[in-house]
């Protein structure tokens, strides 16, 4: 069986003639024939050899080009098949190896021609270029077209690439009678991602009509594009300066900045930064990209991201309650020097506080359950308080003294429901009116009953973890995030690590 003839599969670029390689401009100048859609005819003329028989086979019939092209190259031809873009993404070479098999398998004698692709730069590649450096990290191309492929299967590729924080380039957004699926696309990629993430999309990529636009997820609207787009959506640590979109590889830490437009910048990681730092910045990155929603106020996210990050267990997502703006309002009493003292059920909270951090914000962390006042008034009965009679626990005997001397502490509980439901009683007494109280006690007996206490002293900030989980590290890391919510702007762990 003699190999007569050649197909090349050709792909000419985005549709600008400086973007076509010199591998395809030497296959056109060699071609006996070009086939193709007319519209693609115009950036390779020039270069097209006296002779050479150029077939318009018209829009959307694909099959008739590749027929055709096999038809003459089995006469003996050099046979180009020019694809806009490359030729190997939603083009021409995908149909001609199937159709070459295809024919293969119904005539054991027809006449073989040598396949060759020769790739072009993708749509996708120039419209990344236009929009700064948004592709510089794992991606993945999905179509919106559902003619050959059902829209069941594209929806579930989608709700992957979303949960996969995959930058994610889409092709075939929208046409005339496929206008529902790019609203669903955002839709699904909002439940996954946050509404801040950037979103570029250039029409008429590489041409004269070329438009460039830089939004985010949220505002982005499916009006705005046709058939002519392609639409770039970053992954979880996209963002733009100048008005570029950039995915990060890794070689510097990323900081998101807090501007209004969602800009963030990049800084060199400092000096000081430990190898523990590093982890916990990667570490809170993935937490991110595994929450269920995208859409948490940022104080409640920031705690949230401490709570996971120390338990390794998403269901804080469901357990986790915070008062609207609890984390931020104790923050901002840190900062105006109202609250000073953080008072703890066990030492082993105190333990857990960053000391960098309170040391740098003034304050002091205290547990009473080794003063020597406590072993004294556990051996008196509840009942000199006018109670039932019971001896008092070391750590309702603590609560007690802490009282005395710091009513309005923040109180963080991580061990002890009978100390958190002795603060209730003292609140409900007039004795106490703490800063905010932090509700993580661990167990099983009073625990829930403990948290649900808590909860009718609405002008005190809350944070509480429902159920029966909790424990020191939950109130201690809940503490850190209060007292490092400057870096919540920023994504990043404390300072003092």
Not at 427 to 433: E, W
Request: proline share 5%.
């Amino acid at each position: 069986m003699d190999n007569k003839g050649k197909i090349i599969i050709a792909g000419i670029g985005p549709g600008c003639q400086k973007d076509i390689t010199p591998a395809v401009f030497e296959a056109v100048r060699e071609a006996d024939t070009i086939v193709g859609y007319k519209y693609y005819f115009q950036f390779i003329e020039p270069f097209v050899k006296p002779g050479c028989e150029c077939i318009d086979t018209g829009m959307k019939r694909e099959r008739e080009r590749a027929q055709q092209a096999f038809e003459l190259a089995e006469q003996g031809k050099t046979v180009v098949v020019i694809s806009s873009g490359d030729a190997g993404i939603y083009g021409m070479a995908p149909l001609i190896y199937e159709m070459n098999r295809e024919r293969h398998a119904v005539d054991s004698d027809f006449v073989a021609v040598t396949i060759e692709v020769l790739p072009g730069i993708s749509a996708f590649q120039k419209a990344a270029s236009l929009l700064g450096a948004p592709i510089g990290h794992d991606m993945c191309i999905i179509s919106l077209s559902d003619l050959m492929t059902p829209w069941e299967v594209i929806e579930r590729r989608i709700k992957a690439a979303a949960v996969g924080d995959f930058v994610t380039a889409v092709y075939n957004p929208k046409s005339h009678g496929r206008y529902w699926q790019l609203y669903r696309l955002q839709e699904v990629f909002l439940n996954h991602r946050s509404a801040d993430t950037p979103v570029g999309y250039v029409r008429q990529a590489g041409r004269e009509e070329q438009e460039i636009t830089v939004t985010t997820l949220g505002e982005f609207n499916p009006e705005d594009v046709d058939m002519f787009t392609v639409i770039i959506i970053g992954n979880s640590q996209t963002y733009v300066t100048d008005g570029k979109m950039v995915t990060p590889r890794g070689y510097y830490s990323l900081t998101p900045n807090s501007s209004p437009k969602g800009e963030r910048n990049l800084e060199r990681e400092e000096s000081n930064n430990s190898k523990g730092q590093n982890i916990m910045i990667e570490s809170f990155h993935t937490i991110s990209g595994e929450l269920r929603r995208q859409d948490y106020p940022l104080d409640h996210l920031w705690a949230l991201l401490h709570a996971i990050h120390t338990t390794a267990d998403f269901d804080m997502e469901r357990i986790l309650y915070t008062d609207d703006h609890a984390v931020e309002t104790l923050y901002n009493k840190v900062k105006d020097g109202s609250l000073k003292t953080i008072v703890t059920d066990v030492t082993m909270v105190t333990s857990g506080i960053r000391k960098g951090a309170l040391q740098r914000l003034g304050i002091e962390a205290k547990c009473y359950l080794s003063d020597p006042r406590v072993a004294e008034m556990t051996k008196c009965p509840l009942s000199s308080e006018g109670d039932s009679g019971m001896l008092l626990t070391r750590t309702q005997a603590g609560i007690r003294l802490a009282v005395e001397e710091h009513p309005d502490a923040l109180f963080a509980f991580g061990n002890a429901p009978t100390a958190l439901m002795e603060l209730c009683e003292l609140i409900r007494k007039g004795k106490a009116h703490p800063a905010g109280i932090i509700a993580a006690p661990v167990g099983f007996v009073h625990v829930r009953e403990s948290k649900h206490m808590v909860k009718p002293f609405r002008d005190i900030p809350k944070i509480i973890i429902e159920g029966r989980k909790g424990g020191s590290n939950l109130a201690a890391t809940l503490c850190n995030a209060i007292l490092t919510f400057d870096d919540a702007e920023q994504l990043k762990p404390g300072r003092d690590l």
